[in-house]
């Protein structure tokens, strides 16, 4: 029932920047807690950052130490779009990009998963 599909993905120059949206479909709740994901073949995956709205109004954000400062985690109050803004783009950010989402208004866990967008930066 519940989709998440990503959009945005492109190529860009380093330093260039890039926005990729998340549209989830069938919730009838906002889900606790949305991720996006990144990762490269033939390495794990990267949890880039997350936002957690279980205990707060806007919203609790993290990141990885290798995106903070450079990318942004926003969601609408339906939690029907989740977005990443990235700015300041390397090389080595390069990757698929998946979002992901729980399967519950109370929980976080990585329940629903898109099929990932291609995010290709060049020098």
């Known amino acids: 029932q519940v989709r998440l599909v990503e959009s945005g993905g492109g190529s860009v120059q380093a330093g260039g920047s890039l926005r990729l949206s998340c549209a989830a479909s069938?919730?009838?709740?906002?889900?606790?807690?949305m991720y996006w994901f990144r990762q490269v073949p033939g390495k794990e995956r990267e949890r880039v950052a997350s936002?957690?709205?279980?205990?707060?109004?806007?919203?609790?954000?993290n990141y990885a130490d290798s995106v903070k400062g450079r990318f942004t985690i926003s969601q609408d109050n339906t939690g029907n779009t989740l977005s990443l803004q990235m700015n300041s783009l390397k090389v080595e950010d390069t990757a698929i990009y998946y979002c992901?989402?729980?399967?519950?208004?109370?929980?976080?866990?990585?329940?629903?998963w898109g099929q990932g967008t291609q995010v290709t930066v060049s020098s």
């Open positions: 992901a989402g729980s399967n519950s208004r109370y929980r976080c866990a990585y329940d629903y």
């Open positions: 069938g919730y009838t709740y906002r889900p606790g807690c």
């Open positions: 936002i957690n709205t279980i205990g707060t109004t806007n919203g609790t954000t």
